[in-house]
């Protein structure tokens, strides 16, 4: 039990790994996205995601080539974080800006990008 709610507020204490928790809250997304939306390096966001599935805040799913991440609270301390977190950062600038960059973000678009290099 402790060892759940420390995992999950180690997630809820980093600006990042908010911010994906936030974008999450609107629809599954893969790693390409995240990156984008939040201007990490892929690898960055999937050691974030890595510490969020072992805290019980996120799962994934295959879908064709791309692997999709949404939430999915598996203990008490993610649910109520979860649901408490509708709530917070909305007017956050940081958050606004990332929910407006979202609308940008097109998988194969972003796909094709990358193997152009």
């Not at 994906?20 to 892929?42: P, R, W, Y």
């Not at 966001?45 to 879908?63: F, P, T, V, W």
């Amino acid at each position: 039990m402790m060892k759940d709610l420390e995992l999950v507020f180690s997630c809820f204490a980093d600006k990042n790994r908010l911010r994906i928790l936030k974008l999450l809250q609107k629809q599954k997304m893969c790693v390409c996205e995240l990156a984008f939306v939040l201007g990490l390096t892929q690898p960055s966001i999937s050691r974030h995601l890595k510490k969020m599935r072992r805290a019980g805040l996120i799962n994934s799913e295959q879908d064709g080539f791309w692997t999709n991440y949404y939430l999915a609270p598996k203990n008490m301390y993610a649910i109520k974080l979860l649901e408490n977190l509708k709530e917070w950062l909305n007017d956050d600038t940081i958050i606004i800006s990332d929910l407006e960059r979202l609308k940008q973000a097109d998988r194969q678009r972003l796909y094709n990008r990358e193997c152009d290099r």
